[in-house]
Every structure is written in C-alpha cells, then in structure tokens.
C-alpha cells in the first residue's frame, strides 16, 4: 500500500521558518515528479512547489518563489519543503504529492496544518 505521509506543520509567528516533510512508503518515487500543494480555508486547493524527478528542476507558484525550497531525497524516499518568511497568509493544510500522470498525481498525503500568525 502507498503512503505519503507529511509533518512539520504547526503554529509559527509571520517572519518565521517551518520545514515540511513527505515520506513515501510501498514504493519508491525517484522516478516521479514530487509536489506539493496546499489549501486554506474557503479556497481551492493550490500549487506551491514541483521537483521534476529526472532534471531536478524546480518551479514555485509565484507567491512563494523566493521565500519556499523544495527538496528531495530519493535514498530516504522523501520530499522537502523550506519555508521562509512565512506569512499569514501561508496559511493552509499541505498537501505533499507524487507521480504525475496525464496531468494529475495519483498519490496524495493527508496533509499537514500551517498556521501563521501575525
């Protein structure tokens, strides 16, 4: 059985620094672009951050490019994102997901809460 399974949400002051993890299990995705996504209250869920399994390119939505870093780490099965001067409204569940295919990620995490206040 496939598992995302992310962490290191919680409650951070706007300024702040947060590290999320998603670790997959039942497979390995290193031949899988890896993503995340996130989803704040009363809004559609939206695109943060892609790692392209076979360039290593990065792409960020436009409203945390310089601020967010995602990673990977194919030996430990897991994906990374950095989160810098957080503002209020990062605000959202986080989402980690993995393997694109025909446009959509088949797997998907349960997420992970980050508040941040100001």
């Known amino acids: 059985q496939v598992q995302l399974v992310e962490s290191g949400g919680g409650l951070v002051q706007a300024g702040g620094s947060l590290r999320l993890s998603c670790v997959a299990s039942g497979r390995t995705f290193s031949r899988s672009d890896m993503a995340w996504f996130r989803q704040a209250p009363g809004k559609e869920r939206e695109f943060v951050a892609v790692?392209?399994?076979?360039?290593?390119?990065?792409d960020y939505a436009d409203s945390v490019k310089g601020r967010f870093t995602i990673s990977r780490d194919n030996a430990k099965n897991t994906v990374y994102l950095q989160m810098n001067s957080l503002k209020p409204e990062d605000t959202a569940v986080y989402y980690c997901?993995?393997?694109?295919?025909?446009?959509?990620?088949?797997?998907w995490g349960q997420g992970t809460q980050v508040t941040v206040s100001s």
């Open positions: 997901a993995a393997e694109k295919i025909r446009g959509l990620y088949a797997y």
């Open positions: 790692v392209n399994w076979r360039s290593g390119i990065k």
